[in-house]
């Protein structure tokens, strides 16, 4: 690699590249992580080839410590599993590597989230009546509430920011211990399987992170936002009182070694 | 010498009867029984129950062709191809399918429980969230939960305090034992041992879990050849009970080393089949206009199924054209 460790300057790079990279920071060297799909298969392959070598990945339908030569576009793809440690099912990625604990990073998606990092992936309406729904849960559940740190990558909405879940998928920091309907902090619930929760959320307009309570706050905004424009897009009261400024871009060496190593295809990158 | 039980894919899909429970191999796009759930539909089943630990587009077609009455599983989709499953969606909305919401992780436990006869299995996760409020229990709600069908159980989860060594509250999820494990494997042996060449999902699991197990498989190879790596087999053959031979039989879903997922035939899916419509227009082309798989085949084009085709040295299609590049 050639290209430098210089920050790429605004309208060399593109959106999608500004998360890539954000995402892939907050992969660290030595991480386990539980990885979907698309902006996740990124960051983590970003990560893997800067700064990250001995970051391993799961993907959930078995495989464990793959090292694809070509951009996986599934969980289930046989280019995850290219050279992987070991291949198994989703017995041994759910029970094995996440129940068991060994998971440091996941990173997840949903449709819509509360401060708390709760998520919805399930579907809008109510039970009696949905009016649309999305995929349900997968892994999401399983992974937020186990994984000792997770990413969340959310699309910047009002509608998906949301005061109240119309469905909660998966647990943030606080949840309702079913079945006796009590709102408490996740430790209450989870007790000595409390390894962690939602430590950061990164959108197209910038990155949240959760303070001691487990409530989100803003802590960097994208290049070409502002923390009122942030607040615009959030339903509920947001605390931009500790936003540190703007999010760093992408450096010539994280677009080299995305466009050139990661997705040549032009898979996610297009 | 064990022996193999082989039937024709209308001869097997003619012993699952309506109502049953069926439970799949694969992975949302991968090793899916899909030339089974074609033939189910031309065979005109009804109110089946589907178990999935995730669906995929196997049972989006089943849910699309009014097949399915109730659905538990984690997840529907085609992953990125077409994130949401269009057919359960718009069949949760109208009433049509009765849906019960797991996490992957629950609906593992329960396949887990299923395959080795346990009536539960512990886990901490997904704890805190809807899927376990009572109040979105749909098999519940729809007053299913009455101990009258084998197939649901009596709760859907429990919460228990370990009594052994004070971890706290986790739940007890039930087993679940469908009816019918439809199974597609590269490699079936001729004694029935079975071997699949990728990630297992929770094919190993499905097998055990249910009554009767019918495998769909590229080719009967010799048991000789699969016996000496027996690592790499995930069924012997008395788990085994009948076997159908239908090449590229898991399309447009991938099988690793034999064919890659079929990227436009399932975005293409997705979009047009939102509306019942636009299904049916797709089940008249695909499903009911073809008179059997040989035909399917024969549409797809030789020119379509050789771009497919997976290389042996990676497992996957080199030819496949996947980004803008």
Redesign the interface.
Known sequence: MTASNEYAKVGEFKPMDLLAAAAAREVIDGDVVFAGTGLPMLAIALAQNEHAPNAACIYEAGSIDGRPIDLPTSVGDARCAYQAAKCGGLFETFYGQLHAGYVTLGFLGGAEIDKYGSLNTTYVGTHASPKQRFTGSGGNADILSFAQRTVLIMVQEKRRFSERLEYVTSPGWMVRNWPKNEYVPKKQVYGKYSYGGPTACITDMAIFRFDENGIMYLDTVHPGFSAEDVRNNVDFDLDISKCKGETRPPTYKQLEILYKVVDPEGIFLP | MGTINQLSLQEAVALIQDGDCLAFS?????RRPTAMCYEILRQGKKNLHLFE??GGFHSEVLVGGGAVRLWE?????Q???G???VN??RK??SGEVI?D?????HA??RA?AGAVNVPFFP??????????????D?FA?AGLRDGKNPKIPKEKYV?YKDPFY?????LLMPSIKPNWGLIYAPMVGNEGTVRVL????????IFKACDKVIVITEEIVPDEYLRRDPAANIATGYEVDYVVVCPWAAHPT?S??YY??D?DFLRSFNASTKTQDGFDKFAEEWIYGVKDHWEYLEKLGVKRLETLR?SQA???SSRVK????
Do not use: C
């Open positions: 694969g992975f949302t796009i991968w630990v995730q599983g984690s997840w529907m989709g992953e990125i191809l994130k949401t499953g359960l969606s949760q909305v849906v919401d797991l996490s992957h992780g593992v436990a887990m886990t901490a996760l997904a704890m805190g969230t809807d899927i376990l409020n009572p109040e979105y749909g709600k919460v004070d971890m706290g509250e986790m990728a990630q297992s999902y929770n094919d190993q699991d991938g690793q080393f890659d997922t990227a997976a990676t497992g996957y996947r980004g803008t590049r």
